[in-house]
């Protein structure tokens, strides 16, 4: 990211810091508990320490892997070789997002979850133990990543993970038609508006009333902004939230109003 760019996006988020709103501001039950139980919450749990754990140790690893990078581009230095601590330290998300993933998905107990971009499997692994009694499915460009990602889980002991290894374009519509009726997607990967669009159509034709999306870095560009507010217009979407570094997307038709909200996280 150039200089220009993390200035930008510093800007954006002083802005939104002090124009974000909480749980005085919304008059929405839903948001309203969504805030009390989740964002709000601070209790830890087991899950956090194993997790953060192998953290720790990916970032102090001198480990390097050959990666094929299918996205919009990385925030690494350019080249096919990089470090497993980079990977970890640049794209793996923070532990704050995590763990809200963690909390969100016990909040909500989806069955059938679905993560776009693997990366180390850090988030996958949060979502995993999270709810062990449903099926994460993660798909991941990179073999290489896709396998370092293996010995992650492994080490955590997750069973209830799925890895597919392709290219988005080519795989999702089969991870889709195998899931048929996901409740959550956590889109991850190519930051791009066109792509990012295009993973949100396919997945309106399989996601149903109380499904869940995730969009990633919404602010990261303008062009990702683009994304993000054409998805927040489309008809079948009934509620957004802005937590500045994810946006969530929510279909359920007991939201009377189309509502969106920007939260302070």
Same mark, same amino acid.
């Given at each position: 990211?150039?200089?220009?760019?993390?200035?930008?996006?510093?800007?954006?988020?002083? !802005?939104?810091?002090?124009?974000? &709103?909480? !749980? @005085?501001?919304? @008059?929405?039950?839903?948001? *309203?508990?969504?805030?009390?139980?989740?964002?709000? $919450?601070?209790?830890?749990?087991?899950? *956090?320490?194993?997790?953060?754990?192998?953290?720790? %140790?990916?970032?102090?690893?001198?480990?390097?892997?050959?990666?094929?990078?299918?996205?919009?581009?990385?925030?690494?230095?350019?080249?096919?070789?990089?470090?497993?601590? $980079?990977?970890?330290?640049?794209?793996?998300?923070?532990?704050?997002?995590? %763990?809200?993933?963690?909390?969100?998905?016990?909040?909500?107990?989806?069955?059938?979850?679905?993560?776009?971009?693997?990366?180390?499997?850090?988030?996958?692994?949060?979502? +995993?133990?999270?709810?062990?009694?449903?099926?994460?499915?993660?798909?991941?460009?990179?073999?290489?990543? +896709?396998? !370092?990602?293996?010995?992650?889980?492994?080490?955590?002991?997750?069973?209830?993970?799925?890895?597919?290894?392709?290219? /988005?374009?080519?795989?999702?519509?089969?991870?889709?038609?195998?899931?048929?009726?996901? $409740?959550?997607?956590?889109? $991850? &990967?190519?930051? #791009?508006?066109?792509?990012?669009?295009?993973?949100?159509?396919?997945?309106? %034709?399989?996601?149903?009333?109380?499904?869940?999306?995730?969009?990633?870095?919404? @602010?990261?560009?303008?062009?990702?902004? +683009?994304?993000?507010?054409?998805?927040?217009?489309?008809?079948?979407?009934?509620?957004?939230?802005?937590?500045? *570094?994810? &946006?969530?997307?929510? *279909? #359920?038709?007991? /939201?009377?109003?189309?509502?969106?909200?920007?939260?302070?996280?």
């Amino acid at each position: 990211m150039s200089l220009a760019q993390q200035y930008r996006l510093a800007t954006k988020y002083i !802005r939104y810091y002090f124009t974000a &709103g909480n !749980r @005085h501001d919304v @008059h929405s039950p839903f948001v *309203f508990s969504l805030i009390e139980d989740v964002l709000l $919450d601070k209790s830890r749990h087991d899950a *956090f320490g194993e997790i953060e754990q192998l953290r720790k %140790q990916l970032l102090a690893s001198t480990e390097t892997l050959q990666v094929t990078d299918l996205g919009a581009g990385s925030l690494i230095s350019s080249g096919n070789e990089r470090k497993v601590s $980079d990977i970890t330290r640049y794209a793996a998300k923070q532990p704050k997002f995590g %763990q809200l993933f963690y909390r969100l998905a016990q909040y909500l107990q989806p069955k059938q979850l679905l993560e776009l971009g693997t990366s180390m499997g850090l988030s996958t692994a949060y979502m +995993a133990k999270a709810v062990p009694g449903a099926q994460v499915y993660t798909i991941e460009g990179c073999p290489n990543i +896709a396998a !370092r990602a293996r010995k992650n889980f492994d080490a955590l002991q997750l069973h209830n993970i799925t890895q597919v290894t392709g290219n /988005f374009d080519t795989v999702l519509p089969d991870v889709l038609r195998q899931i048929q009726r996901p $409740d959550w997607v956590y889109i $991850d &990967g190519n930051h #791009r508006k066109d792509p990012t669009l295009a993973y949100f159509e396919q997945c309106l %034709q399989h996601v149903h009333e109380y499904s869940l999306l995730i969009f990633d870095d919404i @602010h990261w560009t303008p062009d990702m902004e +683009a994304a993000w507010h054409t998805i927040q217009e489309h008809p079948e979407v009934t509620m957004t939230i802005d937590l500045f *570094f994810i &946006g969530l997307v929510f *279909f #359920r038709k007991d /939201f009377k109003v189309k509502q969106h909200f920007t939260l302070k996280y």
